[in-house]
């Protein structure tokens, strides 16, 4: 018998219809000997709408009550699963965050979980039930309601299938896996059977909306397969990629695929004095603030002044440039300015590892198009470039073509 943990998104779960097929499945896999769990979204579009109803009445209000809300988009869901499941014949039972022992910080809105108690799941599935959990939430030290951001159903799948020791976590979505690139953007764009959880990693932290980045890193530390497939295969046969071990990938590929992310902003501070401690007294503030740093450039002058760049998520833009503007003027700086009209592209590969020339291959494509780079950043594995936004979809499509990745 084994145990899998099943993820499902909005779009999954987004009508009547769509929660019935999703209880057909789950059944199917029981038949077959599985423990099966289930983590799931809110219904399509209804976070969307517990958010304007908190823009309505207090946008600057408390977090913690903010997650009160998001959080019950989730527990819909849980219970007319669970109702569809009884409905067929196969006994359920659904929990919330809280419920299914889910604790996390106290980091409201974006909260990491910490530690999960799976004593009342284990029970349930032992009893012959199967377990509907509600994602993207938790509960902290305090007894208080948390969600865990965007996406974060991905990481409560991920997080449970480790703390439950599955032998599989799949997370259904309406993609049928993953791709070389966005096929939105390049109709050429290619399905990936497999690849190493490294690879999916650099690939969800450059901007892949696949898999997202916190359930990959938890996935990555924990060694947790992954499955994504599509919830609208009706038969359970269609493609799917699988996300695991760099050993269990036997093909090395030189670039796996193109990643991109039109969610950056950028911003400068200039003139600062070249000395020890200045990037923590530019980045310091920022991090207090729980915004996110991606990429950052350091130029120094000849006059003893440095130049200082960083982006960081657009929604943390507007924050992140009052905090520079006190910055710059606690350090006496010349100048500092922000732009939004910025987007990120990489590209990924485990086979970069043994290969040279694959970044001047990637910037000399580029500049062939005319494509000016603003900034760089590299791993074993990656190279990504800030770029103007204007220019995203051509620099991800004739990348594509240039490292062979068109199907």
Avoid at 93 to 105: H, K, L, N, P
Wanted: charged share 25%; proline share 2%.
């Amino acid at each position: 018998m084994a145990l899998i943990v099943q993820k499902y998104g909005g779009t999954s779960v987004g009508t009547p219809e769509r929660i019935q097929a999703v209880a057909d499945r789950v059944i199917r896999w029981v038949k077959k000997g599985n423990e099966v769990v289930v983590v799931v979204s809110a219904m399509s579009g209804e976070t969307n709408k517990l958010v304007a109803l908190i823009n309505a009445v207090n946008p600057q209000g408390s977090a913690r009550e903010k997650d009160v809300i998001l959080a019950t988009g989730e527990q819909v869901t849980i219970g007319l699963l669970a109702l569809a499941l009884e409905s067929k014949g196969q006994p359920a039972r659904s929990y919330t965050g809280a419920q299914a022992g889910i604790v996390t910080d106290d980091a409201f809105t974006k909260a990491r979980i910490r530690h999960i108690d799976d004593t009342a799941i284990r029970a349930d599935l032992k009893a012959g039930r199967v377990v509907v959990v509600a994602g993207f939430q938790g509960i902290d030290e305090q007894g208080s309601i948390t969600t865990l951001g965007r996406g974060g159903s991905d990481t409560t799948g991920v997080a449970l299938a480790v703390a439950l020791k599955a032998d599989e976590c799949q997370i259904y979505t309406d993609v049928d896996g993953v791709y070389t690139t966005d096929p939105r953007i390049e109709p050429k764009a290619r399905h990936i059977p497999r690849l190493t959880l490294e690879e999916m990693l650099e690939m969800a932290s450059q901007g892949s909306k696949v898999l997202q980045i916190r359930s990959v890193e938890f996935a990555y530390k924990y060694d947790m397969p992954i499955r994504v497939l599509s919830s609208f295969d009706e038969h359970d046969e269609g493609k799917s990629t699988l996300v695991t071990r760099e050993e269990d990938v036997m093909e090395e590929v030189l670039v796996r695929g193109i990643a991109f992310n039109r969610d950056e902003a950028q911003l400068t501070i200039s003139g600062v004095p070249d000395q020890p401690g200045v990037a923590f007294s530019i980045l310091g503030p920022i991090a207090d603030a729980n915004i996110e740093v991606d990429m950052i450039l350091q130029n120094v002058s000849t006059d003893k002044t440095a130049d200082f760049t960083f982006t960081v998520h657009k929604n943390d833009y507007d924050n992140a440039r009052k905090i520079l503007a006190k910055t710059g003027e606690k350090l006496g700086a010349a100048k500092w300015e922000g732009d939004t009209n910025v987007a990120k592209v990489s590209i990924v590969g485990a086979g970069m590892r043994s290969h040279a020339g694959v970044a001047s291959k990637m910037f000399k494509t580029l500049a062939d198009e005319g494509i000016n780079i603003r900034m760089i950043s590299t791993s074993e594995i990656k190279v990504s470039v800030v770029i103007d936004e204007k220019y995203l979809e051509l620099a991800v499509r004739v990348l594509h073509e240039a490292f062979g990745l068109a199907a």
